[in-house]
Nanobody, 120 residues
């Protein structure tokens, strides 16, 4: 069964750092784009950062210069390095990936989410 498993969330003080990881497991032929979304209480889920298999990435304006997305294709893993965290970064962070189980089929998958809380 194909799944995305996130780790690395937690409680951090403003100005601190956290690194999130998301590993894809199962019958995987290839992974196209991988990314991170977040959803704060009472708000819609929003894109944080996304990276394609060739390495190009894009970020939400609110995290540019503070967050860095990267991936290890050999490990089917995507990372989100979060620096200079602010209280408004508090949210549940979800991993997302476009995965091919065969050369013909591509589906979109979500992780279960990991809580990030920025508070003093």
């Amino acid at each position: 069964q194909l799944q995305l498993v996130e780790s690395g969330g937690g409680l951090v003080q403003p100005g601190g750092s956290l690194t999130l990881s998301c590993a894809a497991s199962g019958s995987i032929f290839s992974i196209d784009a991988m990314g991170w979304y977040r959803q704060a209480p009472g708000k819609q889920r929003e894109l944080v950062a996304r990276i394609i298999s060739g390495g190009s990435s894009n970020y939400a304006d609110s995290v540019k210069g503070r967050f860095t997305i990267s991936r290890d294709n050999a490990k089917n893993t995507v990372y989100l390095q979060m620096n200079s965290l602010k209280p408004e970064d508090t949210a549940i962070y979800y991993c997302n990936a476009d995965i091919r189980t065969t050369i013909f089929g591509r589906k979109n998958y979500w992780g279960q989410g990991t809580q990030v809380t920025v508070s003093s």
